[in-house]
């Protein structure tokens, strides 16, 4: 059974550059979700139940049961083998591909940027999240701010290179935020990072996710195929 996820709804409500991709899909389309930790396909086929989601991850992260008995399909990959095995399980297009915070982890990053592009039906949009540059200068915040707080983290992107890549491989770039901010999620992050400690005390935990968006945090491109 999926759970009902607050969360979820709240980000679709917000318009969050993710849950907007997912508006440009037709109700039943194909989604192939790469590194959808954190809950995702509950989230997802939560608010989109019609979707037909392929999950993909190396690992348990922050995935349950309830995940996996959500998604029509779930595999699991190896890290020094991601794109072998993608090949290996993969066999179908996706009218979306959801590459959220994988790039800077991935061994082959653009090797697996082309990969994906060729799993994307033509009129299909893939949606890239990754840390902006300038977040090697952020202060440290448990959950990741600093680029360097997350030991996983391999490489960081360069936004206009990875942009160039997505359109010499015929991706159309039509939603592009070197440093993506959402205004009320910026002012929450604001009240937090003023209040600090007594935020911590109020709420129980200082969160990464608004100020992710008070720094500008994630680099966010959304692109379409053309050809």
């Known amino acids: 059974m999926i759970k009902c996820t607050w969360k979820a709804a709240v980000k679709r409500g917000l318009g969050l550059p993710l849950y907007r991709a997912l508006g440009y899909i ?7 979700d790469i590194g959808c930790g954190n809950h995702s396909p509950q989230q997802i086929k939560h608010l989109f139940p019609e979707l037909y989601y392929i999950g993909v991850d190396v690992e348990e992260y922050n995935i349950d049961e309830a995940d996996k008995i959500a998604a029509n399909e779930f595999h699991f990959v190896g890290r020094d083998s991601f794109i072998s095995d993608l090949r290996d399980q ?3 297009q996706a009218d979306l591909i959801i590459v959220s915070h994988v790039l800077e982890h991935a061994y082959e990053p653009y090797h697996l940027l082309e990969y994906l592009s060729t799993l994307l039906k033509v009129r299909g949009y893939m949606y890239l999240a990754f840390p902006a540059e300038e977040s090697v200068a952020f202060p440290s915040r448990p959950g990741t701010l600093n680029f360097f707080d997350d030991p996983s983290h391999r490489w960081l992107p360069p936004f206009i290179e990875v942009l160039n890549r997505c359109m010499r491989l015929g991706l159309r770039p039509i939603f592009v935020r070197k440093r993506y901010r959402h205004p009320v999620l910026c002012i929450l992050g604001a009240i937090e990072h003023v209040l600090g400690p007594i935020w911590k005390v109020l709420v129980g935990r200082r969160s990464s996710f608004f100020a992710w968006h008070l720094f500008g945090f994630e680099s966010i491109i959304i692109v ?3 050809n």
Do not use: M
Request: glycine residues 0%.
């Open 224 to 226: 379409q195929k053309i």
């Open 26 to 32: 037709p109700p039943t389309a194909t989604v192939l």
């Open 90 to 92: 993969l066999n179908q």
